[in-house]
């Protein structure tokens, strides 16, 4: 069963920007912190974005000052803006709900040089 589906991923030039959006199932995104995860070919998972249901967030330091996560709650969407993109953001990014340990299949983000 579907319960986050992430989309908005793509292959861009270094420099540019993308927005990914995170879908939940309604009881998994209400009230609750949700995350954003990436992992690069080889490389373990990485924590990326955090955003609790009141709004705070915090960043992982290699994407600080370039990644943004909010979301709407009517909309029970999550979103990671990503700007002045660097081939070492490439990976597949991941939403996660802690408080379920619930994940998304991943969307495919590609940084050429």
Known sequence: ????????????????????SC???????SRNTMEWYRQAPGKHRELVAIIASSGNTNYADSVKGRFTVSRDNAKNTVYLQMNSLRPED????????????????????????
């Open 1 to 20: 069963q579907v319960q986050l589906l992430e989309f908005g991923g793509g292959l861009v030039q270094a420099g540019a920007s993308l927005k990914l």
């Open 23 to 29: 879908l939940p199932s309604a009881s998994i995104f």
């Open 90 to 113: 490439t990976g597949v990014y991941y939403c996660h709900a802690p408080r379920f340990d619930s994940w998304g299949p991943g969307t495919q983000v590609t940084v050429s040089s």
